[in-house]
Structure formats: C-alpha cells, structure tokens
C-alpha cells in the first residue's frame, strides 16, 4: 500500500493528466498527506547540502518555515526575492549553487502575480529547477508546464478535493526531473490511503463547475466590496485595479474564490466585531471547499513591496448564493462600524 494501491495510482494518473493539458509534456505525479509535505517535498527532491533556493518572498507561511527552519539544518541556504522582481532581477540573484526558484502565483494572502514563464527562462537557462505552488489557480486555469515550470504543487486539499474532508498534496513532475521526484517520495515513505485518493478522484469530476462558480461569486463580492467605504481596496488579479492584472489576464484562463480586502484604518476589535457577526463566512485557514471562509491576514515577509492601508481580511467565496453572501457581509460590515 506504501508503494500505491489501484485507486492512488487511478488518481495520479488523473491530476498527472490535467496538469499536463494539451502540451504534449509527459509528466508524472506523487501523492502525499498534505500540501505542506508536497511543498517540501518537491524542494527536497532537487536541493541538498551546500545548494542555494530562492523562494518567493509571497509564498505560502508554513513552505517559508520548512525552507527557513529545516533546510537550514540540512544545509541548505534560502534567500528570499520580493514578490514583484522582475526574471532579470531574480536572475541577478543566481549563484553557482543555486538549484531551485519556489514560485507561487497569486502570492499568498497579498496575491501578487509572478512572470513565471520570464522567470522560468532565466532559470532554465542556468538549468535551475522551477517549483511552482499553483494551488490557487488550479491545472484548469493556469498549466504550469506549458509555462515552464518543472515541478507543479497542489494542495489537492483544496479546490481538487473541494468539499474540506481530506488533506492530500500533489506534485507533478516533467520528464526531466520525475526519477529524482520518485525516489525522494519511496524514500520518505510518503503515501496516502485509498478512501483520500477516492475523495479527491471524486472531487476532480465536478472541479471545472465549482472553479466557474467561485470565480463569478468571487468576482461579483469583489467588484461590490470596492465600492464600500469601508474598503481601501479590493486584491483580487481579475479587477483591473489589480497590480497584477495584467500578467494574469495574459498567462491564466481563469481565477477561483480567494482574494484580499485592505480595509480602511480601523481597529483590531471592531474587526473581530465583523468576524464575528457573520453568518455564512466560516473562520478558516484551509479554503477551497464548498463554504465560503474569512480569516484577518498575518504574513510573515522579508521585504515591505507590500503596502496596505488597514487590517487586511481574506475571503474564500464558496458555492453559496452570492447575493446571500453579500448581505452577510454587508451587515458585517456596518457592525464593523459600529
């Protein structure tokens, strides 16, 4: 069972499938227990003692501890690039021990779009691996292989599984870099059970339906939270406001549920005031499911590109009726005032 099992092999061969799209790449996926371990994982499977990584400075909190806590035990040095770098800023940081670039776009919590394909020529071009987190867009909405990444992550806990009842990590390898992958997964004796294969197999038959529905609702709030005048500003890469805008209107085919809100100076009660008015919003870190989720942000980061007005709020837009939703934040939102 450690090894696979008919219904783990089933499934790896289904997201190692829509992950690679129509680009012809062959590609091979592991599964692990979380999207954690398939973060560290996927680094674990190219680095080792006296390598180099850079890591976006945007990426997900617990990735940053690994690199920061573990791999610093291991020998292996992490450095940080802001989340808005240019390729030829980040290329500027290669050195002769530097094996990977960890990217995640949309940033975590701050959203901030990374030219992955610029970056990931740069990096090939010094045959440095690139390990993409794309959790939240999704094979469906952005193919990190036609891009030019080698080693694609999903938290399949996520929008793969869909319904918030398992905890399943995904990476998905190119050809160039599958055997490494391999051995580093049978080596660490990562596997997961056949009923958690099965939930997210299950999940992948409804993903393109629920992806639509979390982009319009999200979309819609989106769009509705800017014209509040208790919001500074909404992030969310599909408004045209969005500083990333434009590489996401140029690179994906979509956006899903999760977003940023910067709201105007108010204080930390009346935020919890909101929080804890609201009816349809959840309070949870692991989004992705079919309920909508909201979670004031706390991001660890090395560089201050970014820049907020006020406390800065996360929302997952769920699958439920969006005109609900947006009255249940509206009445949060006037308790956030009073």
Not at 105 to 114: L, M, N, R
Not at 254 to 274: C, N, W
């Amino acid at each position: 069972g450690r090894r696979g099992t008919p219904t783990t092999h089933g499934l790896e061969i289904a997201v190692a499938d829509i992950e690679s799209g129509d680009t012809g790449i062959k590609t091979r996926t592991v599964l692990t227990p979380s999207g954690l371990s398939a973060c560290a994982l996927a680094i674990l499977a190219v680095c080792a003692a006296g390598d180099h990584i850079l890591v976006v400075d945007s990426c997900y909190g617990p990735t940053r501890q690994f690199c920061t806590r573990m791999l610093k035990r291991y020998g292996v040095t992490t450095e940080y690039f802001p989340a808005d770098a240019t390729p030829a800023q980040i290329a500027a940081m290669f050195k002769p021990e530097t094996r990977a670039v960890f990217l995640e776009s949309p940033g975590s919590y701050t959203f901030e779009v990374q030219d992955v394909p610029g970056i990931a020529a740069a990096a090939k071009a010094k045959h440095i691996a690139v390990i993409l987190d794309n959790t939240w867009a999704t094979p469906l909405y952005f193919n990190a292989f036609a891009h030019g990444v080698d080693l694609s992550i999903q938290s399949a806990t996520k929008y793969l599984g869909g319904h918030a009842d398992v905890s399943v990590g995904t990476i998905t390898a190119n050809h160039e870099y599958e055997d490494r992958l391999m051995d580093a997964h049978g080596t660490l004796g990562l596997c997961i059970s056949g009923d958690e294969a099965y939930l997210v197999a299950r999940g992948l038959r409804t993903l393109s339906v629920r992806l639509a529905r979390h982009h319009k609702t999200a979309l819609t709030l989106a769009r509705w939270l800017q014209t509040r005048p208790e919001v500074a500003r909404v992030i969310y890469p599909p408004l045209e406001s969005d500083p990333g805008h434009a590489l996401w209107k140029r690179d994906f085919t979509g956006a899903t549920g999760l977003f940023g809100v910067d709201l105007k100076p108010t204080s930390q009660e009346h935020v919890a005031a909101m929080i804890d008015s609201l009816s349809l919003f959840g309070i949870g870190y692991s989004w992705g499911g079919f309920e909508s989720l909201i979670l004031p942000a706390q991001y660890p980061r090395s560089f201050k590109s970014f820049v907020h007005e006020g406390p800065l709020l996360r929302i997952h837009a769920g699958l439920e009726d969006v005109d609900d939703l947006k009255a249940d934040l509206e009445r949060g939102l006037e308790r956030l005032k009073g």
